[in-house]
C-alpha cells in the first residue's frame, strides 16, 4: 500500500515507543518477561497473542496503568520513569487510547465525552469546543443527532467509534486500540479498518492496535507482533507472519479461520 | 519540548498587492495556540478588502484539526463575503487535513424558551405521576412478590436456604455493631434529657417509664429500620442496579430462573426475619444506655431501673415495637428493589436510584410508624 513511500528505510525511522527488558507480573506469576518492542512513527502496528498472553498487560505497562517489575519504556524518546508528574501530563496529552469496552463516561453525551479532554487542556472558545467536538465526531464516521446520545443508547460499532472520537479529541501522535474490531459485525470492522488507516494517513498517527483480527491484520497493518511466552515471538509485515515457523504462528496464520480470509482474497 | 511549542506562536503577515491580498502564515497553528489562532483568523478575516485572498502556509510549523478548521472556516466565511480565498504553499500533508477537515456549518441545536412558572407547573405534574407510578409499581410489585413467595411455598425444593442466611449474615449479623452503637448513645441522650426536664417538676424516676415505652414502642425499631434502610435497602439496590446495567437480570431470565425468586424473595425474607431480630438487639441496646445515663444523673442505682421498668412495662409494650418491624423490612425491601429495577446504563443513574431508595425508603418507614402510631391508639393496644 502507501506505506512504502510513508517511511523510507526501516533504520532511519523514527522510534516512537520502545520497549526494552520490560518484566511484568501479578503475584507469583510472570506475565511478561525480557519484553523488546519498537513501534515507530507513523505506522500502524498490529500486536497478537493468544488470550490471556498479555497483550492488554503490555498495552497497560506502556499507559502506566499496571506497574513493571524491570526494564525501561520510552515514549516519544521519554522515559516514563524519569518524568515529573507535570512532564506526565503533557506526554499523556500526546496519547490516546481506545479501550475495548469504549470506556465513554456514561453520564455524559457523546460530546460531551469528545470534550472533556479538550476542557481539560485546552483553552478553547465555546463556539470552537462545539465545532472541534462535532468535527470529530463526523470524522469517526458518526452522524451529527448521534452527538446528543448518551452512551447507552449506542450500538457497539458507535461506542467504539465515539471512543475513537474521544481518543483523537487532542489530536494525538500515538493511538493505542485494543481490539478496536471485536464485538462489531464484519462489515462494520471493515469500515472501522478504514477509518481508522484514513485517519491514520490524514492525521500522520502512529497506530498500536491490539487486535485479533486476522481481516485487520491483512488490510491495515504495515507490521505484526506477535506475542507469546511472554516475549515477542516474531515481528515483522504479513509476508514475515505467513512464512513463520513458529507452531502458534502457524496456527494462527494459517488456521481454518486465516485460509478463509486468504481464499477472500484480502 | 513543550516550552518550544508555546514559543512558536502563530504569527500572520497580510500585505496587498495589486488585486489580491496575502495571509502569510507562520509558526505552529494547533490547539494549544487557540486563543491566537482565533484571534488571527479574526484579522484575516478583517484584512480582506480585494476580491482575492491568498492564505500563505509557507511557512507554518505544525498545522493540527484545530489550525486547520480554523482557516478553512475563515475561507468559507471570505467566500460568504464574495471573497475568493485559496490556500497556498500548503504541505501534502497540510493539504490532506484541509481537505479532511472541511468547513461546514453544524446546525445549531435550538433551544426551545419556555416560561419558568410552565416549567415548574410540569415538574409538579411529573412529580406528582411519579409518585402515583410508583405506589401501582409498589402495589404490584407486592403482589409478584406474594405469589413467588406462595410458588416457593408450595414447592419448598425451590426456597434458596443458603441465599438466605446469607443475606440475613449481610443485613443482620453483619449490622450489630453499628446499630448497638447508634442505639446505645441515643438511649443515653434521651435519658439525660429526660432527667433534666423531669427534675423541675421532682419526677426524675419516671425517667424509666419515659425511656422503657418510647424505646420499646417507637424508637427501637424507628432506628433500626433507618439504619437498615441506610446500610443494607441501599446495597440492595446497588446490587439489582448494578446486574441489571450488566445483563445479568436477563441472563437469569432466558435461564429459565425467575429474577424475584433468586434475588429478591431471599433478600426480603433475611430483611423481614433480620428487621425484628435487630429491632430487638437496638432496644436492649438503648435500654442498657439510658439505664447507665440515669445511674450516673439521676442516681437510679440498676436495680431500681430494673424494677421500675419492670413496673412501667407490659409485654403489649414490647410488641407493639416488634410489629413494625417485619412491615418495615417490606416496605424497605420493596423500595430498594423497585428503585434497583428502574436503574439505566449509566454510573450517574444507579447513583441517583440508590439515593431515592434510601430517601424513599426512610420517609416511607417514618409515615408507616405514624399510621401504626394511630392504629393502636385507635384500637388502645
Redesign the interface.
Known amino acids: 500500500m502507501m506505506s512504502d513511500n510513508r517511511h523510507p528505510a526501516a533504520q532511519n525511522r523514527e522510534v516512537v515507543i520502545s520497549v526494552r527488558d520490560v518484566e511484568v507480573g501479578f503475584g507469583e506469576k510472570t506475565i511478561l518477561k525480557d519484553m523488546d518492542l519498537d513501534i515507530y512513527r507513523g505506522e500502524i502496528l498490529g500486536f497478537v497473542g493468544a488470550s490471556g498472553q498479555g497483550k492488554s498487560v503490555l498495552t497497560r505497562t506502556i499507559l502506566g496503568l499496571v506497574p513493571k517489575r524491570a526494564g525501561t519504556i520510552e515514549v516519544l524518546g521519554q522515559n516514563l520513569d524519569e518524568l515529573s508528574p507535570s512532564e506526565r501530563r503533557?506526554l499523556e496529552r500526546r496519547w490516546g487510547v481506545l479501550f475495548q469496552q469504549g470506556a465513554l463516561?456514561?453520564?455524559l453525551t457523546v460530546k460531551q465525552n469528545v470534550q472533556v479532554p479538550?476542557r481539560e487542556f485546552?483553552?478553547?472558545?465555546d463556539r470552537?469546543l462545539?465545532?472541534?467536538a462535532?468535527?470529530?465526531i463526523e470524522?469517526v464516521g458518526l452522524k451529527?443527532d448521534a452527538a446528543?446520545k448518551?452512551?447507552?443508547?449506542l450500538s457497539g460499532g458507535m461506542i467504539k467509534r465515539a471512543a475513537l472520537a474521544r481518543a483523537l479529541a487532542?489530536?494525538p501522535d500515538i493511538v493505542f486500540l485494543d481490539e478496536p474490531t471485536s464485538g462489531l459485525d464484519p462489515i462494520g470492522a471493515g469500515e472501522f479498518d478504514e477509518l481508522i488507516a484514513?485517519l491514520q494517513?490524514?492525521?500522520?498517527l502512529t497506530v498500536f492496535m491490539v487486535t485479533h483480527d486476522l481481516d485487520s491484520l491483512h488490510t491495515v497493518c504495515d507490521r505484526i507482533a506477535a506475542l507469546g511466552d511472554g516475549k515477542i515471538l516474531a515481528e515483522g509485515p504479513i509476508e514475515a507472519m505467513l512464512a513463520s515457523d513458529h507452531p502458534w504462528l502457524r496456527a494462527y496464520f494459517h488456521g481454518k479461520r486465516a485460509r478463509a480470509v486468504m481464499a477472500g482474497g484480502a | 519540548?513543550?516550552q518550544s511549542i508555546l514559543a512558536q506562536e502563530p504569527q500572520v503577515e497580510i500585505e496587498g498587492a495589486g488585486d489580491k491580498v496575502t495571509a502569510r502564515l507562520a509558526g505552529h497553528w494547533?490547539?494549544?495556540n487557540?486563543?491566537r489562532v482565533?484571534s488571527l483568523a479574526a484579522e484575516i478575516t478583517g484584512g480582506a478588502d480585494q476580491h482575492r485572498m491568498i492564505i500563505d502556509l509557507g511557512r507554518v510549523g505544525r498545522l493540527?484539526?484545530?489550525g486547520a478548521?480554523?482557516l478553512d472556516?475563515t475561507r468559507h466565511e471570505l467566500g460568504e463575503r464574495g471573497l475568493a480565498a485559496d490556500f497556498a504553499n500548503a504541505s501534502p500533508?497540510q493539504q490532506?487535513?484541509l481537505d479532511?477537515?472541511a468547513y461546514r456549518g453544524?446546525?445549531e441545536?435550538k433551544v426551545v424558551k419556555r416560561s419558568k412558572v410552565i416549567d415548574f407547573l410540569v415538574d409538579v405534574g411529573k412529580t406528582v405521576h411519579e409518585a402515583g407510578r410508583d405506589l401501582v409499581g409498589g402495589v404490584a410489585f407486592l403482589g409478584e412478590l406474594v405469589s413467588a413467595l406462595l410458588r416457593v411455598i408450595l414447592n419448598p425444593k425451590r426456597f434458596r436456604g443458603t441465599a438466605v442466611v446469607n443475606q440475613l449474615e449481610q443485613i443482620a449479623y453483619r449490622g450489630v455493631p453499628i446499630i448497638v452503637l447508634i442505639s446505645f448513645l441515643v438511649g443515653c441522650i434521651i435519658s439525660q434529657q429526660g432527667i433534666f426536664q423531669l427534675q423541675r417538676f421532682g419526677a426524675t424516676p419516671f425517667v424509666v417509664d419515659l425511656i422503657g415505652i418510647l424505646v420499646l414502642r417507637e424508637l427501637g425499631v424507628l432506628l433500626t429500620s433507618i439504619m437498615v434502610a441506610g446500610r443494607s435497602g441501599s446495597a440492595f439496590t446497588a446490587e439489582i442496579g448494578s446486574m441489571k446495567m450488566r445483563e445479568e437480570i436477563d441472563a437469569l431470565r432466558v435461564m429459565g430462573l425467575d429474577p424475584i425468586e433468586v434475588l429478591i424473595v431471599p433478600r426480603i425474607l433475611a430483611l423481614v426475619i433480620g428487621l425484628p431480630l435487630l429491632t430487638f438487639i437496638s432496644s436492649i441496646a438503648a435500654l442498657s444506655g439510658g439505664g447507665l445515663t440515669a445511674w450516673i444523673y439521676g442516681d437510679i442505682s440498676p436495680d431500681v431501673y430494673l424494677s421500675r421498668l419492670k413496673a412501667a412495662l407490659a409485654l403489649n409494650t414490647f410488641f407493639v415495637g416488634l410489629i413494625k418491624a417485619p412491615f418495615m423490612a417490606l416496605v424497605i425491601g420493596i423500595i430498594a428493589t423497585l428503585e434497583g429495577v428502574a436503574v439505566?446504563?449509566?454510573?450517574?443513574?444507579l447513583g441517583r436510584h440508590v439515593t431515592s431508595s434510601v430517601v424513599k425508603a426512610i420517609f416511607m418507614v417514618i409515615v408507616l410508624d405514624g399510621l401504626f402510631a394511630m392504629f393502636f391508639a385507635a384500637i388502645r393496644y
Do not use: C, H, Y
Open positions: 503533557l463516561f456514561s453520564a479538550m485546552l483553552n478553547l472558545s470552537l462545539d465545532e472541534l462535532m468535527l470529530k470524522m451529527p446528543d448518551l452512551p447507552s443508547e487532542l489530536d484514513t494517513r490524514t492525521l500522520g | 519540548m513543550a494547533i490547539a494549544e487557540s486563543e482565533e493540527d484539526t484545530l478548521w480554523v472556516r500533508e490532506i487535513l479532511e477537515v453544524f446546525q441545536q439505566e446504563g449509566s454510573a450517574e443513574s
